[in-house]
């Protein structure tokens, strides 16, 4: 029963040092039980090692994307084509059923 003169009791409102969504370590040993008990001991190397070349892969694309993005921003927020064709105009080049480098070359001639 709560009486006023008691206090909660400490552990009730303690909270773990570290991040907020870091697991104990109870809770990684489960973790890698059902792992263990999911994939076998023997895949689990494989396992790990596919998970961090995703990872290294995922941080790759953000990089990348980050790179194109600063340079569309770079350009006015114009993609590399938007570019060209405004160039293209400039110049009195027809783009219609060209490639890009074939407008590119077309520009250099103007």
């Excluded at 973790?31 to 995703?54: D, N, W």
Aim: hydrophobic share 35%.
């Amino acid at each position: 029963m709560f009486s006023p003169n008691h206090s909660m009791d400490e552990s009730h409102t303690k909270h773990s040092e570290g991040p907020a969504m870091m697991p104990s370590s109870s809770e990684m040993l489960f973790i890698l039980a059902v792992f263990i008990l999911f994939f076998g001991i023997e895949r689990l190397p494989k396992l790990a090692r596919s998970l961090g070349m995703a990872k290294g892969e995922f941080q790759k694309g953000i990089a990348d994307s980050r790179t194109v993005t600063e340079d569309d921003l770079d350009r006015g927020g114009k993609t590399e084509n938007a570019e060209l064709v405004e160039k293209a105009d400039g110049a009195g080049v027809d783009v219609e059923g060209k490639t890009v480098d074939e407008v590119e070359s077309d520009i250099e001639e103007e």
